[in-house]
T-cell receptor, first 113, second 115 residues
Framework: DSGVTQTPKHLITATGQRVTLRCSPRSGDLSVYWYQQSLDQGLQFLIQYYNGEERAKGNILERFSAQQFPDLHSELNLSSLELGDSALYFC????????????FGNGTRLTVT | GENVGLHLPTLSVQEGDNSIINCAYSNSASDYFIWYKQESGKGPQFIIDIRSNMDKRQGQRVTVLLNKTVKHLSLQIAATQPGDSAVYFCAENDPVKGSQGNLIFGKGTKLSVKP
Protein backbone atom coordinates (compact mmCIF):
# COMPACT_ATOMS: atom_id res chain seq x y z
CA ASP A 1 0.00 0.00 0.00
CA SER A 2 1.54 3.30 -1.15
CA GLY A 3 -0.44 5.44 1.27
CA VAL A 4 -1.98 7.45 -1.57
CA THR A 5 -5.77 7.20 -1.69
CA GLN A 6 -7.83 7.86 -4.78
CA THR A 7 -11.59 7.96 -5.11
CA PRO A 8 -13.66 6.79 -6.82
CA LYS A 9 -12.07 3.61 -8.18
CA HIS A 10 -14.38 3.50 -11.17
CA LEU A 11 -16.40 6.16 -12.90
CA ILE A 12 -18.72 5.73 -15.87
CA THR A 13 -20.22 8.82 -17.42
CA ALA A 14 -21.51 10.18 -20.69
CA THR A 15 -19.90 12.49 -23.20
CA GLY A 16 -20.24 16.15 -22.35
CA GLN A 17 -20.38 15.54 -18.61
CA ARG A 18 -18.06 16.74 -15.86
CA VAL A 19 -16.42 14.63 -13.17
CA THR A 20 -14.16 15.21 -10.18
CA LEU A 21 -11.44 12.81 -9.12
CA ARG A 22 -10.06 13.03 -5.60
CA CYS A 23 -6.66 12.22 -4.16
CA SER A 24 -5.26 12.13 -0.63
CA PRO A 25 -1.45 12.08 -0.61
CA ARG A 26 0.77 10.12 1.74
CA SER A 27 1.05 11.65 5.17
CA GLY A 28 3.79 14.26 5.11
CA ASP A 29 4.02 14.54 1.32
CA LEU A 30 3.58 18.09 0.08
CA SER A 31 3.74 17.45 -3.64
CA VAL A 32 0.90 15.92 -5.64
CA TYR A 33 0.97 14.86 -9.27
CA TRP A 34 -1.70 13.72 -11.71
CA TYR A 35 -0.98 11.29 -14.53
CA GLN A 36 -3.15 9.81 -17.25
CA GLN A 37 -2.61 6.26 -18.46
CA SER A 38 -4.31 5.26 -21.68
CA LEU A 39 -3.95 2.14 -23.79
CA ASP A 40 -2.07 3.90 -26.58
CA GLN A 41 -0.19 6.65 -24.76
CA GLY A 42 1.23 5.08 -21.65
CA LEU A 43 1.70 7.24 -18.55
CA GLN A 44 1.42 10.94 -19.33
CA PHE A 45 2.10 13.72 -16.83
CA LEU A 46 -0.75 16.18 -16.42
CA ILE A 47 0.04 18.56 -13.57
CA GLN A 48 1.98 18.96 -10.30
CA TYR A 49 1.16 20.89 -7.15
CA TYR A 50 3.46 21.64 -4.27
CA ASN A 51 2.08 22.86 -0.96
CA GLY A 52 -1.03 24.24 -2.59
CA GLU A 53 0.61 25.94 -5.55
CA GLU A 54 0.78 24.76 -9.15
CA ARG A 55 4.40 23.85 -9.87
CA ALA A 56 4.51 22.23 -13.30
CA LYS A 57 2.14 21.52 -16.13
CA GLY A 58 2.30 18.77 -18.69
CA ASN A 59 -0.03 17.73 -21.46
CA ILE A 60 -3.17 18.78 -19.64
CA LEU A 61 -6.13 19.79 -21.76
CA GLU A 62 -7.86 23.11 -21.17
CA ARG A 63 -11.02 21.14 -20.31
CA PHE A 64 -9.14 19.70 -17.34
CA SER A 65 -8.23 21.54 -14.18
CA ALA A 66 -6.89 20.66 -10.78
CA GLN A 67 -6.24 22.13 -7.39
CA GLN A 68 -4.56 21.27 -4.12
CA PHE A 69 -6.32 22.28 -0.95
CA PRO A 70 -4.85 23.50 2.36
CA ASP A 71 -5.13 19.99 3.81
CA LEU A 72 -3.00 18.88 0.79
CA HIS A 73 -5.62 16.69 -0.82
CA SER A 74 -6.09 17.32 -4.52
CA GLU A 75 -8.91 17.17 -7.03
CA LEU A 76 -8.77 16.75 -10.78
CA ASN A 77 -11.78 18.13 -12.65
CA LEU A 78 -12.53 16.85 -16.14
CA SER A 79 -15.23 18.63 -18.11
CA SER A 80 -16.93 18.37 -21.51
CA LEU A 81 -15.84 14.78 -21.52
CA GLU A 82 -15.09 13.02 -24.77
CA LEU A 83 -14.76 9.33 -25.57
CA GLY A 84 -11.01 9.75 -25.82
CA ASP A 85 -10.80 10.84 -22.20
CA SER A 86 -11.48 7.27 -21.13
CA ALA A 87 -8.35 6.22 -19.26
CA LEU A 88 -6.84 5.49 -15.89
CA TYR A 89 -6.05 8.60 -13.90
CA PHE A 90 -3.36 8.27 -11.28
CA CYS A 91 -2.44 10.55 -8.46
CA UNK A 92 1.01 10.39 -6.94
CA UNK A 93 2.72 12.20 -4.10
CA UNK A 94 6.29 12.85 -3.05
CA UNK A 95 7.99 14.31 -0.03
CA UNK A 96 10.05 16.78 -2.09
CA UNK A 97 9.00 18.70 -5.21
CA UNK A 98 11.75 17.21 -7.37
CA UNK A 99 14.19 14.30 -7.70
CA UNK A 100 12.17 12.27 -5.27
CA UNK A 101 10.28 9.00 -5.78
CA UNK A 102 6.63 9.40 -6.67
CA UNK A 103 4.26 7.12 -4.80
CA PHE A 104 1.16 6.29 -6.80
CA GLY A 105 -2.38 5.52 -5.80
CA ASN A 106 -4.31 2.74 -7.50
CA GLY A 107 -6.03 5.10 -9.86
CA THR A 108 -9.51 6.01 -11.02
CA ARG A 109 -10.71 4.21 -14.12
CA LEU A 110 -12.83 6.64 -16.14
CA THR A 111 -15.08 5.32 -18.87
CA VAL A 112 -16.85 7.85 -21.07
CA THR A 113 -19.73 6.41 -23.10
CA GLY B 1 -5.10 -5.06 -17.64
CA GLU B 2 -3.44 -1.76 -18.44
CA ASN B 3 -1.27 -1.27 -21.50
CA VAL B 4 -2.74 -4.17 -23.43
CA GLY B 5 -3.18 -1.84 -26.38
CA LEU B 6 0.50 -0.97 -26.43
CA HIS B 7 2.99 -3.17 -28.20
CA LEU B 8 4.94 -3.90 -25.06
CA PRO B 9 8.22 -5.73 -25.22
CA THR B 10 7.86 -8.96 -23.31
CA LEU B 11 10.47 -10.81 -21.31
CA SER B 12 9.71 -14.37 -20.32
CA VAL B 13 11.93 -16.02 -17.70
CA GLN B 14 11.95 -19.19 -15.68
CA GLU B 15 11.35 -18.93 -11.96
CA GLY B 16 14.67 -18.71 -10.16
CA ASP B 17 16.54 -17.20 -13.11
CA ASN B 18 17.83 -13.65 -13.15
CA SER B 19 15.96 -11.05 -15.22
CA ILE B 20 17.39 -8.03 -16.97
CA ILE B 21 15.04 -5.33 -18.20
CA ASN B 22 16.52 -2.62 -20.39
CA CYS B 23 15.49 0.95 -21.06
CA ALA B 24 16.80 3.71 -23.28
CA TYR B 25 16.07 7.15 -21.89
CA SER B 26 15.63 10.21 -24.00
CA ASN B 27 17.28 13.23 -22.44
CA SER B 28 20.98 13.49 -21.70
CA ALA B 29 20.25 16.29 -19.20
CA SER B 30 18.07 14.05 -17.00
CA ASP B 31 19.77 13.39 -13.68
CA TYR B 32 17.35 11.19 -11.76
CA PHE B 33 15.99 7.81 -12.80
CA ILE B 34 13.47 5.40 -11.32
CA TRP B 35 12.14 1.93 -11.95
CA TYR B 36 8.50 1.12 -11.30
CA LYS B 37 6.53 -2.11 -11.26
CA GLN B 38 2.86 -2.11 -12.24
CA GLU B 39 0.61 -5.07 -11.58
CA SER B 40 -2.79 -5.38 -13.19
CA GLY B 41 -5.36 -3.15 -11.52
CA LYS B 42 -2.80 -1.26 -9.46
CA GLY B 43 -0.78 1.89 -9.67
CA PRO B 44 2.94 1.94 -10.43
CA GLN B 45 4.97 0.81 -7.44
CA PHE B 46 8.40 2.31 -6.73
CA ILE B 47 11.24 -0.22 -6.92
CA ILE B 48 14.54 1.64 -6.93
CA ASP B 49 16.02 4.97 -8.00
CA ILE B 50 19.44 6.24 -9.00
CA ARG B 51 20.99 9.65 -9.49
CA SER B 52 23.27 10.51 -12.37
CA ASN B 53 26.34 10.74 -10.16
CA MET B 54 26.14 6.96 -9.69
CA ASP B 55 26.33 4.10 -12.18
CA LYS B 56 25.04 1.31 -9.98
CA ARG B 57 22.71 0.94 -7.05
CA GLN B 58 21.53 -2.18 -5.30
CA GLY B 59 18.37 -2.96 -3.41
CA GLN B 60 16.82 -6.13 -2.17
CA ARG B 61 17.10 -8.59 -5.11
CA VAL B 62 17.28 -5.66 -7.54
CA THR B 63 20.13 -3.72 -9.09
CA VAL B 64 19.88 -0.68 -11.32
CA LEU B 65 22.68 0.15 -13.74
CA LEU B 66 23.03 3.52 -15.42
CA ASN B 67 25.15 4.15 -18.51
CA LYS B 68 25.03 7.85 -19.24
CA THR B 69 27.28 7.56 -22.27
CA VAL B 70 24.64 5.66 -24.21
CA LYS B 71 21.63 6.85 -22.20
CA HIS B 72 20.80 3.35 -21.02
CA LEU B 73 19.24 2.08 -17.83
CA SER B 74 18.76 -1.50 -16.77
CA LEU B 75 17.02 -3.30 -13.95
CA GLN B 76 18.34 -6.65 -12.81
CA ILE B 77 16.12 -8.88 -10.71
CA ALA B 78 17.84 -11.78 -8.98
CA ALA B 79 16.12 -15.13 -8.50
CA THR B 80 12.95 -14.02 -10.26
CA GLN B 81 9.72 -15.17 -8.63
CA PRO B 82 6.17 -15.52 -9.99
CA GLY B 83 5.22 -12.46 -7.93
CA ASP B 84 7.63 -10.41 -10.04
CA SER B 85 5.34 -10.83 -13.07
CA ALA B 86 4.21 -7.32 -13.99
CA VAL B 87 4.89 -4.43 -16.36
CA TYR B 88 8.10 -2.60 -15.53
CA PHE B 89 8.61 1.07 -16.39
CA CYS B 90 11.73 3.14 -16.33
CA ALA B 91 11.31 6.87 -15.77
CA GLU B 92 13.59 9.88 -16.00
CA ASN B 93 13.09 13.29 -14.49
CA ASP B 94 12.19 16.18 -16.72
CA PRO B 95 15.37 18.27 -16.87
CA VAL B 96 13.52 21.51 -17.60
CA LYS B 97 14.03 23.90 -14.70
CA GLY B 98 10.94 24.01 -12.54
CA SER B 99 9.68 20.69 -13.89
CA GLN B 100 12.21 18.34 -12.37
CA GLY B 101 9.55 16.77 -10.21
CA ASN B 102 7.84 15.43 -13.27
CA LEU B 103 8.79 11.93 -14.36
CA ILE B 104 8.83 10.95 -18.02
CA PHE B 105 7.89 7.30 -18.34
CA GLY B 106 9.02 4.78 -20.89
CA LYS B 107 6.54 2.48 -22.59
CA GLY B 108 7.15 -0.46 -20.27
CA THR B 109 8.29 -4.06 -20.49
CA LYS B 110 6.08 -6.96 -19.53
CA LEU B 111 7.84 -9.57 -17.43
CA SER B 112 6.33 -13.05 -17.33
CA VAL B 113 7.74 -15.58 -14.91
CA LYS B 114 7.15 -19.24 -15.68
CA PRO B 115 6.91 -21.52 -12.65
Amino acid sequence: DSGVTQTPKHLITATGQRVTLRCSPRSGDLSVYWYQQSLDQGLQFLIQYYNGEERAKGNILERFSAQQFPDLHSELNLSSLELGDSALYFCASSVRPENSPLHFGNGTRLTVT
Amino acid sequence: GENVGLHLPTLSVQEGDNSIINCAYSNSASDYFIWYKQESGKGPQFIIDIRSNMDKRQGQRVTVLLNKTVKHLSLQIAATQPGDSAVYFCAENDPVKGSQGNLIFGKGTKLSVKP
